[in-house]
RNA sequence: CGGGGCGUAGCGCAGUUUGGUUAGCGCGCAGCGUUCGGGACGCUGAGGUCGGUGGUUCAAAUCCACUCGCCCCGACCA
């Protein structure tokens, strides 16, 4: 490719709306162009290193016994309700209607079609396992798009869905995604963390997420210092005590004037905050909830949510909280009868806490789980933190930011239930298929790989997903044996099955250096009189500080070295 | 949805507070010439319904109202 002929031009200044490194540069290098908020356009590069990401995963997929297919964008609202997923979605779901003013969504992701697909097209054990994918554009109408590709609401998604007949040929698939997904960031060059996950609205068990690390990243990653253990933070555990306290004491109460919060309390009577217990009110599904955690302890509002079922929770008003009966501040749940009570089991990490004694100015002495009060729900509700212990090991839990460019998950048979996708097992028996599903954000990966791979110049593409292979960058084209070679090096190279990018412009040297490197094409041929002096071209890597001589009758078996790494 | 910011030429901005000729500057773009191994220089030139609508006024980029869009933080979400 001749750049004179490229669309797209480079950009010497950033753009005002991009702050991430990736947003920045991918606008800079002119590869894409915003739509609408969330909404991009990939021009011609953009589209040459989707492409080969695309086919990366493709040959992964294959390898690993995958069917590509292809299902629709536009699907019925129907299939959303009857799956119950509509509400899981919620806003998130684009919706429209036809002209007969039915109700159509745009994909968000293809669980429900190709369920349906499959229950109609699979009735015996015979027919499974199944590994089925299809690389589209899936909708979702994000709260807030953000960072250029980073987060957007139309993407191209490559989701493959696993169909077996019992939960070991889940397992089986899901080890066998596991590992074409590594080797996917492997081939892209992106080093990649698997991480323990929340499933979220796509629902099921078991799920990990690959991450990407990254500062700009919006996922908060927990990870052992020692031990393989890496979740992200809305699902990490950590060990919370234990915290003693001796045997059981009688409750006692004791005089807290002005004292609301549990640093007042622990400060005021002088205890640790972990001797005490907190209380939190939340709104979920428009229910008032009464929520008790260890007072060093906070909330992990999306174990919350899980542990409540709900679809939406928010943190209650004071005006809601008065409402309910409660003294604000010296709240405990002793006695609290008609509000469902959930209880972080660091309730039972000790004994004789202090807690509100639900009126002012006074709290508890010795409170103990469950002799003094009974939660509804008894669980894991605590936001783990950096610096808490392994749950599995013990030792120290660090935290990093990481961007999520893969999420699999074992969603198990409440979707095949739901549709009705079953088939007949060996001994004649109707079952519910055994799904998971498989999904990686193609323009996500991109940015990420850019966020991972630039300098203060540009983008260093990894070789693998780089646009163009080659950057052929002659100076002086108007010295006729400069541009005499350089055609025929064009040409030659070109014929080999490299790629290249030629820089025919009319351009300073600066110029064109300064493009290169803001491309970040993996390799640099100039060729200019000082080289070809000595029959030569300089090569050089858009990683590399430093150059080489290449002589003429060498370059391609050179580039080809190195483009094979 | 809450908070903050911004819409003036392809890009980056000034001008708006205090209304007043043909609305500026830099980059980029076109032509000519001189340069050119890390974003050169000179000359000439093209390019703008000042986001939109309505209002106030002799007069609106500038004041008022409404509205649309975009970015950032949070909520939420994969």
Redesign the pocket.
């Known amino acids: 490719m001749r750049i004179s002929k490229l669309f797209g031009?480079?950009?010497?200044?950033?753009?005002?709306?991009?702050?991430?490194a990736s947003?920045q540069l991918l606008l800079?290098a002119g590869m894409i162009s915003?739509v609408?908020?969330?909404?991009y356009a990939y021009m011609p590069l953009a589209w040459r290193a989707l492409t080969k990401i695309e086919n990366i995963i493709r040959d992964e997929m294959d390898k690993a016994g995958g069917q590509e297919l292809m299902m629709p964008a536009l699907q019925p609202l129907e299939l959303w309700q009857e799956s119950g997923r509509d509400v899981?979605?919620?806003?998130?779901l684009f919706v429209l209607a036809d002209r007969r003013d039915r109700k159509l969504a745009l994909g968000?992701t293809h669980e429900e079609v190709i369920t349906q697909m499959v229950s109609r097209n699979v009735q015996s054990y015979r027919d499974l396992p199944l590994l089925l994918y299809h690389i589209q554009t899936?909708f979702?109408d994000?709260?807030?798009?953000?960072?250029?590709l980073l987060?957007?609401?139309e993407?191209t998604?490559k989701d493959l869905y696993s169909f077996d007949i019992d939960q070991d040929g889940l397992d089986q698939s899901y080890n066998k995604m596991l590992q074409a997904y590594n080797n996917i960031y492997a081939r892209c060059g992106l080093p990649s963390l698997v991480v323990e996950?929340?499933?979220?609205?796509?629902g099921g068990k078991d799920s990990h997420?690959f991450m990407v690390i990254a500062e700009t990243g919006?996922?908060e990653v927990i990870r052992c210092e020692k031990c393989p253990y890496s979740a992200n933070a809305?699902k990490a555990e950590s060990v919370k005590g234990p915290v003693g306290g001796g045997e059981p004491l009688p409750v006692e109460e004791v005089a807290t004037p002005g004292m609301t919060t549990i640093e007042q309390v622990s400060g005021f009577l002088g205890i640790a905050p972990n001797r005490t217990l907190k209380a939190i009110f939340y709104i979920a599904d428009g229910e008032f909830v009464f929520v008790a955690i260890r007072g060093d302890l906070e909330v992990n509002?999306?174990k919350l949510?899980n542990a409540l079922h709900c679809?939406?929770?928010?943190l209650a008003t004071e005006a809601e909280v008065l409402d309910a009966g409660i003294v604000a501040g010296s709240a405990s749940s002793i006695g609290i009868t008609g509000i469902r009570v959930v209880a972080d089991d660091s309730v039972t990490t000790g004994t004789n806490f202090v807690a509100g004694a639900n009126k002012p100015d006074t709290h508890v002495r010795n409170v103990n789980y469950p002799r003094d009060f009974k939660a509804d729900i008894l669980t894991d509700i605590a936001l783990a933190r950096a610096g808490d212990e392994c749950p599995r090991c013990g030792s120290r839990l660090s935290s990093v930011r990481g961007i999520?460019v893969g999420?699999v998950f074992k969603l198990g048979t409440f979707l095949s239930e739901k549709l009705g996708a079953s088939f007949i097992d060996a001994s004649g028996i109707s079952r519910p298929i055994v799904m998971g599903c498989y999904?990686i954000?193609i323009g996500?990966l991109l940015a990420a790989a850019i966020e991972q791979n630039h300098d203060d110049?540009?983008i260093i593409w990894p070789m693998s997903i780089a646009p163009y292979q080659v950057y052929l960058c002659p100076?002086?084209r108007?010295n006729s044996r400069v541009s005499e070679v350089t055609e025929t090096l064009y040409e030659k190279l070109e014929a080999e099955g490299l790629e290249v990018l030629m820089d025919d412009r009319?351009?300073?040297?600066?110029?064109?250096?300064?493009?290169?490197?803001?491309l970040g094409i993996p390799l640099?041929v100039?060729?200019?009189?000082?080289?070809l002096e000595k029959d030569s071209v300089?090569v050089?890597l858009r990683s590399n500080k430093d150059?080489e001589i290449v002589p003429l009758e060498k370059v391609t078996t050179r580039l080809k070295e190195l483009i094979k790494g």
């Open positions: 031009k480079t950009q010497r200044e950033v753009p005002a709306e991009a702050e991430t947003h800079r915003q609408a908020a969330g909404v899981a979605f919620g806003k998130g968000p899936k979702r994000e709260p807030r798009p953000r960072g250029g987060r957007v609401r993407f998604m996950a929340d499933s979220g609205a796509i997420e919006e996922d809305e509002e999306i949510k679809a939406e929770l928010r999520e999420h999904g954000g996500r110049k540009g100076l002086y108007e009319e351009e300073s040297p600066g110029v064109k250096f300064n493009d290169a490197d803001l640099r100039t060729v200019s009189p000082r080289t300089e050089k150059a």
